[in-house]
C-alpha cells in the first residue's frame, strides 16, 4: 500500500490542518507517514503546497516525485492543476471550486475548471458552499478530506478517529461539526463519482 | 491530545510525530541544554516556536532571541565556557553574520559543550542566496553533522551534544529546509532530572586569548581534536551503505554513488524504482570525512558517482583522497552548472544518474501532465502599514530618485505597482550602500528603508557612520513593531522582552538632526515628511510606522464578540481611475468583467487604508448588519 497525496492551497486556507487529520489516521494504522510541509512567509496568499506520504513500507523522501503523486488535494481549484506535473497518470484530483481570487491574472475559472476535466481522474466539489449548509464554514477543509476519503487507502473510521484526536480538546460540538463535515464531503463525491 | 508543550516536555518515552525544528528542541531537553539563543530566520524559526511553547516554570533551560546572530553566538560561547552545554541555531546567512566570532570557537576549550544548529537553504526558498556552510566548516576546523531526516536531526542533535561535551568542541548540526520542515513518527528517549546552571569559568581551562603567536598552539589543538573525530565518523552509524539490490556487475563494471542527507534519500528511491545492482554509500556524518570508509568503497568499485547538494565540497575531498592514495576508481560527477544549484529532489537526481549510467536509470520520468497556473507573487497582507507607506513615498519621490531595499517585509516593495527597494544584499545594508550612492552625487536623490528589527540587528554601525559624515539621503525606518517576515519574534524595539529601546531616541542620541516619526496610515503627512527630508541637506530620518496587521488581526480575531469589518466602493462614485487596484495594489480589490471595482470579503481586514487614495473617494466603511 502506497497513497502519495499532493496537498494544495493558499497560504491560510488550512491544508496543515487536512495533513494532521490524515497523517494521525495513518500512523495509529501502524503505516509509515512522511510529509513535508512549506514554511516561509507567514503573510496570507501564497500558494502552499504540502506532500504526504503514507506507505506500509519505508519511505525514504519526504518529496514526491513528478509523475508519482495518487491524489492532488487541494482547497482552491488553481492550485489543483499547479501540481500536475506530480500527478501519476491514473492519479485523481480532488478539488475545491471556489476560487482564491487575490492575484490581477488569475484566470478565467471556466478554463481552470476545463483544465481540471481534462485529467481522467477528477472530482470538483464547492467544499465551502457544502460547509456553509451544515452551518460549520471553517469545516470545509474536513469536506475535502471527506471528498477523498475513497482513495485514502485507509478505512473511513480511522478519518472519524483521526478528526476526534485533533480537535477533541475543542469540545464535542466541533468535533461533530468536522465529523458531519467529513460526511458531507464523503457523499458529494461518491454520488459525483456515479453521475 | 496533549498540548504541545506537554509532548515536548515529557520525561518519559515516547513516540511523536513531529517535525525536523521541533525534534531538535526535544533533543535538547534530552541532551539537557542549558542555554539557547538564536535570531529569527528560515528555516529554523519553529526550533523557537517549540522551546518558547513550554511555561517559564518548566524551563531548565535559559532560550533568548539574541539581536543578532554574532551576539547570539558569543552568548553561547560564554555559557559554554561556564560549563553550560550550549545551542546556538539560525538560518544559512545568519553565519556570515556570526562568522566574526564564529570562526574562533574551533580554537576554544568550550568546557560545557556547544551545537550550532545552521538552517541552510538549498534552493534559495527564503533567503538571499544559497550559500554552502560546509566550507565555514573547513574554514574554522568545525566538524559537521547532515541528518537526513528529522528523526536523524533528532537522534543527531544528541550525538553532536555528547561528542562536544566529550572532546569540549564546537560541532554543527546542518539542517536543510527540507529536514527542518519534514514531519514524520520519531521514537523520543527520556528526559533526565534537571542539573542546575554552573558558573565555572577558569581562564586555566584555555588559553581563551588567541593573539599573535598564541594562537599557533590553539589551532594545533583544533587540528588534533578534528582527527580524534574522524575516528568517529569512520565508525558512525550515520555513514552507510544502501544497497536494494546488491553491488554486482552492469555490464562487467561494479557501479557506486556517494551521497549525503536529502539527497541520498532521492537516490535511495531512484535506486528501488530502477531495480538494478548500484548501490549507495550515505555519508551523514560529513566532515571531517571517514576516509577508510571512502576509500574502501571506491577501491570495490569500476566507477562511483558522487551527488552532493549545492558546492562541490566532498567531491574535491574524494577526488583528492583517490589522488593520494592511488585508487583506480573512475570518478564521475555532476556536470552542469544547473546541477550545482537548487535542491536535488528524486527527478533531478534521476536526471543525473541517468545522463551518467543511461542503460541504469532508464525509465523515461517525464511528466504525464502539464501545469496550468498563474504565479501568486509573494504580496504584503491587505492593511499592511508598508502598503500605505510605499504609495505615498513614491508619489513623493523626485524623478530620478535611487530607492534602497533592505531585508524584511518591506523587501517585497520591489514588485509593482511600487517598484522601490532596486538593490539588497544582507540584512541592513541599506545605510552604507545609500551613502556610497550619494557620494559624487549632485543630481539624483537617494533613500534607504529599513525594518526595525533590521534597525537593532545591523543597521548601527552605518547610520553612525552616515552621521559622522553626514551622508545626504534619507532613511525611512519601516517600523511594524514586530520581526514579521519569520513568524513575529519579539526585537529590542517592541517592548515583549525588556523594556522597549525607542528607535527615536537611539538616533537623537547619535546626533540625528532630521528625524520625523508618522503613521503610514497618515499618506498625506507621510509624502510631506519625505519631500521635506529629501530637501534636508545631509542624513534625514523619517520613521513610517504602523503595527504589523496580519499580527494584529490575529489578536483580534481572538476576542470575544469580534465583528470583521470591510470597506466598500459606492459604484455611483467610482469613475474607474482604478488607484485601488493598479497604484496603490490591495489584493482585496476586484475589477471585474464589466469593468466595475468590487471588494473580495475574504480578504479585506477593514482597515480603510485604502479610502485616501481614491480619487473620488468612493470607498468608505461598510455599515456591516448587526
Not at chain 1, 490542518?17 to 490524515?22: F, L, R
Not at chain 1, 482547497?75 to 491514473?90: A, F, K, N, Q, T
Not at chain 2, 538616533?507 to 510631506?528: C, H, M, N, P
Request: hydrophobic letters at 40%.
Amino acid at each position: 500500500m502506497k497513497k502519495d497525496i499532493i496537498l494544495s492551497g493558499v497560504g491560510g486556507q488550512g491544508i496543515l490542518s487536512i495533513a494532521t487529520v490524515i497523517g494521525y489516521a495513518a500512523i495509529s494504522k501502524g503505516l509509515h507517514m512522511k510529509q513535508a510541509e512549506v514554511h516561509g512567509m507567514s503573510q496570507r496568499g501564497g500558494d502552499v503546497q504540502s506532500h504526504l506520504r503514507i506507505s506500509d513500507k519505508e519511505i525514504f523522501s519526504d518529496l514526491i516525485p513528478f509523475g508519482g503523486a495518487d491524489i492532488i488535494l487541494s482547497i482552491e481549484p488553481m492550485e489543483s492543476i499547479r501540481y500536475l506535473p506530480y500527478l501519476s497518470e491514473d492519479g485523481w484530483v480532488i478539488t475545491n471550486k471556489t476560487p482564491y481570487d487575490n492575484i490581477v491574472k488569475y484566470p478565467d475559472i471556466a478554463d481552470v475548471e476545463a483544465e481540471i476535466k481534462k485529467v481522467k481522474n477528477h472530482i470538483l466539489i464547492d467544499a465551502d458552499d457544502i460547509a456553509k449548509k451544515i452551518g460549520s464554514p471553517m469545516s470545509m477543509n474536513m469536506v475535502m478530506i471527506g471528498a477523498a476519503s475513497g482513495f485514502l487507502g485507509m478505512d473511513y473510521s480511522e478519518l472519524e478517529k483521526g478528526i476526534k484526536f485533533i480537535f477533541g480538546k475543542k469540545g464535542e460540538d466541533v468535533v461533530n461539526k468536522n465529523i458531519e463535515a467529513l460526511k458531507a464531503g464523503k457523499d458529494f463525491a461518491e454520488t459525483y463519482l456515479k453521475k | 491530545m496533549k498540548k504541545f508543550y506537554e509532548q515536548l516536555t515529557d520525561k518519559q518515552p515516547w513516540n511523536g510525530l513531529f517535525m525536523g525544528n521541533h525534534a531538535v528542541a526535544r533533543a535538547m531537553l534530552e541532551a539537557g541544554v542549558k542555554v539557547i539563543t538564536s535570531y529569527p530566520g528560515s528555516p529554523t524559526p519553529e526550533i523557537a516556536e517549540a522551546l518558547n511553547s513550554v511555561p517559564q516554570e518548566m524551563r531548565d533551560y535559559h532560550f533568548e532571541w539574541a539581536t543578532n546572530e554574532k551576539v547570539a553566538t558569543e552568548i553561547a560561547f560564554g555559557s559554554s565556557i561556564n560549563g553550560n552545554l550550549s545551542t546556538v541555531f539560525f538560518k544559512s546567512v545568519g553565519l556570515n553574520v556570526a562568522s566574526d566570532s564564529f570562526v574562533q570557537l574551533g580554537l576554544m576549550n568550550l568546557t560545557g559543550g556547544l551545537v550550532i544548529i545552521l538552517g541552510d537553504d538549498p534552493g534559495a526558498n527564503s533567503s538571499q542566496n544559497e550559500q554552502d556552510n560546509r566550507h565555514f566548516a573547513r574554514m574554522s576546523y568545525i566538524p559537521v553533522m547532515e541528518p537526513a531526516t528529522p528523526a536523524e536531526a533528532y537522534q543527531m542533535f544528541l550525538e553532536a551534544a555528547k561528542l562536544s561535551k566529550q572532546h569540549q568542541m564546537p560541532i554543527i548540526l546542518r539542517l536543510t529546509t527540507h529536514v527542518c520542515h519534514a514531519k514524520e513518527l520519531i521514537k523520543f528517549g527520556s528526559v533526565g532530572e534537571s542539573k542546575g546552571f554552573r558558573a565555572d569559568f577558569d581562564a586555566k581551562n584555555g588559553p581563551y586569548l588567541p593573539i599573535t603567536r598564541a594562537v599557533f598552539p590553539l589551532k594545533k589543538k583544533a587540528m588534533e581534536k578534528l582527527d580524534l573525530l574522524k575516528k568517529v565518523s569512520e565508525k558512525s552509524p550515520f555513514n552507510k551503505i544502501y544497497s536494494p539490490f546488491g553491488s554486482g556487475d552492469i555490464n562487467g563494471k561494479k557501479l557506486g554513488i556517494i551521497s549525503s542527507s536529502m539527497p541520498a534519500l532521492s537516490i535511495m528511491e531512484n535506486l528501488d524504482k530502477a531495480g538494478k545492482s548500484v548501490d549507495l554509500l550515505q555519508i551523514n556524518f560529513s566532515y571531517p570525512m571517514p576516509e577508510e570508509m571512502i576509500s574502501d568503497y571506491l577501491k570495490g568499485r569500476d566507477e562511483v558517482l558522487i551527488i552532493e547538494e549545492l558546492d562541490r565540497i566532498m567531491e574535491y575531498e574524494i577526488k583528492s583522497l583517490a589522488f593520494d592514495r592511488n585508487i583506480k576508481c573512475r570518478i564521475l560527477t555532476r556536470g552542469t552548472h544547473e546541477e550545482i544549484m537548487g535542491e536535488l529532489t528524486s527527478e533531478r537526481t534521476w536526471d543525473i544518474l541517468s545522463g551518467h549510467w543511461p542503460q541504469v536509470f532508464e525509465i523515461n520520468i517525464d511528466p504525464v501532465h502539464e501545469p496550468f497556473a498563474n504565479p501568486r507573487i509573494a504580496q504584503m497582507c491587505p492593511g499592511c502599514g508598508h502598503r500605505s507607506a510605499f504609495h505615498a513615498i513614491k508619489q513623493a519621490l523626485p524623478e530620478g530618485t535611487i530607492t534602497v531595499g533592505d531585508i524584511g517585509c518591506h523587501s517585497l516593495g520591489f514588485f509593482e505597482p511600487y517598484n522601490m527597494g532596486e538593490m539588497l544584499l544582507s540584512m541592513g545594508h541599506s545605510n552604507g550602500t545609500a551613502a556610497g550612492l550619494t557620494i559624487g552625487n549632485e543630481r539624483r536623490k537617494v533613500l534607504a528603508f529599513i525594518g526595525d528589527s533590521t534597525f537593532f540587528h545591523a543597521g548601527l554601525p552605518a547610520i553612525i557612520n552616515a552621521v559622522l559624515y553626514d551622508h545626504d539621503f534619507t532613511l525611512v525606518v519601516m517600523e511594524n513593531n514586530t520581526t514579521a517576515m519569520t513568524g513575529h519574534q519579539p526585537h529590542a524595539g517592541t517592548g515583549e522582552i525588556g523594556e522597549k529601546i525607542s528607535i527615536d531616541k537611539v538616533l537623537e542620541s547619535f546626533g540625528v538632526k532630521f528625524i520625523r516619526r508618522i503613521d503610514t496610515y497618515q499618506q498625506k503627512k507621510l509624502a510631506e515628511y519625505i519631500k521635506e527630508s529629501l530637501d534636508h541637506k545631509g542624513f534625514s530620518v523619517v520613521i513610517a510606522s504602523h503595527p504589523c496587521m496580519l499580527k494584529f488581526m490575529k489578536q483580534q480575531r481572538r476576542k470575544e464578540g469580534f465583528v470583521q469589518k470591510h470597506v466598500e466602493i459606492d459604484q455611483n462614485k467610482c469613475e474607474r481611475h482604478l488607484t485601488c487596484i493598479e497604484k496603490f495594489g490591495c489584493p482585496s480589490f476586484k475589477k471585474n468583467d464589466d469593468g466595475s471595482i468590487t471588494v473580495n470579503e475574504d480578504l479585506c481586514i477593514g482597515d480603510g487604508s485604502c479610502r485616501p487614495t481614491c480619487p473620488v473617494s468612493a470607498i468608505d466603511f461598510k455599515k456591516e448588519a448587526e
